[in-house]
């Protein structure tokens, strides 16, 4: 049903006022009365009038006078006059009506009939007006949500910490962003309007269809590329595509390849000597000693300005109401940081196990648990490739006293290289069963992927080895990694595949303990955690991190004070009381460790805790941190969702212990 529609009734006398609202009378207009000029230009100061009728003649100001006050006002100047009256007018008076803003006259008495037809007109064409302007609106708006979206993806592509394009359907580059000029050493205006030739010689989908196909599949692969002085570098691209408004874009990230392929080629290197030579194992041992070193510091440097790509993830996924295909694409971002990170652990995992400093930290769990959490964290990629998981859990006996980050990394490595070889639409199976005469768990993750070619099965678990050849699948680190770790937990991992295109199952066998305790154990404690605000004291010298984290520790409602520096961080202590110390470890002038004690003191009687953040994250550096009064050691870079669990656990111990103390 529509909103009446408002018309205004202006005489000075009221019964001619009644006479023109008992012809009028309708469901579909709002009438509303005026006696006299004040009234009339009061009405119009608050009411929306699609018409008013008017008598010519009235005492004081006439109908004419106010007609040309009427069509001084902006927002009054295009209402239709219809002007009432009792007498004949003269042609002059009439032109100075129309001049006045009349669009008829109508003679008293007034034909129902007529001035009926006249103001339906007038309301019909007020009310398409008011349709066409909301319409303008509309439009309007949904043009300022496509500029605002456009601005939202060119800057989560210019803040990738890769270099990444955006080609357009006439295989043209439409985007470049810096970390593009810095691989190749092109000006982005250099850039933009050429081909992808420009950049990858060779080795790229020879043809448009196979590029910019709607069908067309995301892939990956390493190529060589050209910068602007002629000279090769190595890159790793991922080529996707989204749609914009009736466009298909293909959107290509580029990373250059050329550290990891020298630490590569070193690590193959030094693994090579370490196995056919045992003469000079003093200097060996040093060259292990320093590669493990320039590993630590590399991956310390290599986190580092990942932190505040996965903030910036978090901050736009919470703060705008991105469309689809962006959220796809803050899921590669997110995806390939992941990723990194996963690499240098796997880097620093083989130096800790050609050491011999690989140690497990012992809890009773319930593995179960792990393989879940595992499979979660795969989801993505499970859901992307449209993958068919079984998940059968039989074993009844599931409780251990195992290293639970070493097992879940197990099940994740087993579940990721499942996903990895299964092509689209493939199984995979995930069962758990006890084995009564061993008194083994038991664990076996089945795929219908692309399998494993006999003359390649026996060196599977081998480090750099992979089964297909196919770097852009990874190191080949991880199922080398998995096999240390299963055996230093007494248990034993195996392959086996029936060859090329017939699948392949990894099966692992752990040892349950002969009893498990009473006590309760990680996993099935209850939750303490709480949402309470915390007073946070944010100490980090990256700025870019600096600015993420704050705008997300502020955004959930925490009060924040932040420092760049370990002075600036006590000056603050001095200034302000807070429970939280959030701080970096390294700082330009001071270790972040010694801030703990400082911090504490400064709390005199409060309950306070810590978090560490690092950029090293071996149980030596968690050990120190909390040695040094630190609750949590969080490796970077770090997922805002694993610091918000920390921060409910510290609100909820904080709130409780004051609430003891009150």
């Not at 007018?89 to 669009?103: K, M, R, S, W």
């Not at 879940?408 to 092509?423: C, H, P, R, T």
């Not at 990256?542 to 420092?563: C, M, P, Q």
């Amino acid at each position: 049903m529509n909103t009446p529609t408002t018309i205004l009734l202006v005489d000075d006398d009221i019964r001619n006022l009644q006479v023109l609202e008992a012809i009028l009378e309708s469901q579909d207009y709002r009438l509303i009365k005026a006696v006299g000029a004040d009234e009339t230009l009061m009405t119009l100061m608050h009411e929306d009038c699609a018409a008013i009728v008017m008598d010519v003649k009235m005492p004081g100001m006439s109908g004419i006078e106010l007609a040309q006050l009427i069509k001084q006002r902006k927002k009054t100047q295009h209402i239709p006059i219809l002007f009432l009256t009792a007498h004949y007018f003269q042609d002059e008076e009439i032109v100075l009506g129309y001049g006045a803003g009349a669009v008829d006259y109508l003679t008293k008495p007034v034909n129902p009939d007529i001035l009926r037809s006249k103001i339906a007109v007038f309301v019909d064409l007020f009310r398409k007006t008011a349709a066409l302007a909301e319409l303008n609106r509309a439009m309007e708006a949904e043009i300022q949500d496509r500029k605002h979206a456009e601005e939202r993806f060119r800057h989560v592509v210019e803040s990738a910490p890769h270099g990444m394009i955006v080609v357009g359907q006439d295989d043209r580059i439409a985007l470049v962003n810096s970390r593009m000029e810095e691989i190749f050493g092109f000006h982005r205006e250099e850039l933009l309007g050429q081909t992808l030739e420009t950049l990858v010689p060779q080795g790229l989908p020879a043809s448009k269809q196979e590029r910019m196909g709607a069908g067309a599949k995301k892939f990956c692969g390493e190529f060589s590329g050209r910068r602007k002085d002629g000279t090769s570098i190595p890159i790793e691209a991922f080529f996707s595509h989204y749609e914009s408004g009736d466009e298909l874009f293909l959107l290509i990230s580029f990373v250059d390849i050329t550290q990891r392929k020298q630490n590569e080629e070193a690590l193959r290197e030094s693994y090579e000597q370490r196995l056919h030579a045992e003469a000079g194992r003093a200097e060996a041992e040093a060259a292990n000693s320093a590669k493990d070193r320039f590993l630590a510091m590399l991956s310390h440097e290599l986190r580092t300005p990942l932190s505040p790509v996965l903030h910036a993830v978090a901050l736009i996924e919470e703060e705008n109401d991105c469309p689809p295909e962006m959220l796809e694409l803050l899921e590669i971002i997110k995806r390939n940081v992941q990723l990194e990170a996963r690499l240098i652990d796997d880097l620093l995992d083989l130096a800790r196990i050609r050491n011999n400093k690989l140690q497990l930290q012992l809890e009773w769990v319930d593995v179960h648990d792990l393989l879940r959490r595992a499979l979660q964290i795969c989801d993505p990629d499970i859901r992307h490739q449209h993958l068919d998981v079984r998940l059968d859990l039989r074993a009844m006996n599931s409780v251990m006293e195992v290293d639970s980050a070493r097992i879940q990394q197990i099940f994740w490595n087993l579940i990721s290289n499942a996903v990895k070889y299964s092509g689209s639409g493939a199984k995979v199976s995930i069962a758990t069963s006890d084995e009564e005469k061993t008194g083994f768990f038991r664990l076996e993750i089945s795929d219908t992927g692309i399998g494993i070619e006999p003359e390649r099965l026996s060196g599977i678990f081998n480090a750099f080895v992979q089964a297909h050849g196919d770097r852009s699948k990874g190191l080949g680190l991880g199922l080398s990694i998995s096999q240390v770790l299963t055996e230093l937990h007494g248990g034993t991992i195996e392959a086996r595949s029936a060859g090329s295109g017939k699948g392949s199952v990894f099966t692992v066998r752990l040892p349950r303990p002969a009893q498990i305790p009473g006590k309760t154990y990680s996993g099935a404690q209850a939750d303490r955690s709480t949402d309470s605000s915390l007073r946070i004291l944010l100490v980090e010298d990256h700025a870019d991190t600096l600015r993420g984290l704050e705008r997300l520790l502020r955004s959930k409602g925490h009060k924040v004070i932040s420092a760049g520096t370990f002075r600036d961080a006590s000056k603050a202590m001095g200034e302000s009381a807070f429970d939280l110390l959030l701080s970096d470890i390294g700082l330009p002038d001071g270790r972040g460790l010694d801030l703990m004690d400082l911090f504490v003191k400064a709390a005199e009687n409060r309950p306070v805790a810590g978090i560490a953040l690092s950029g090293f994250g071996t149980p030596e550096d968690i050990k120190k941190s909390h040695a040094a009064g630190f609750r949590n050691h969080l490796t970077k870079p770090v997922e805002f969702s694993n610091l918000q669990k920390c921060l409910s656990e510290i609100s909820g111990i904080v709130n409780q212990t004051c609430d003891h103390v009150g």
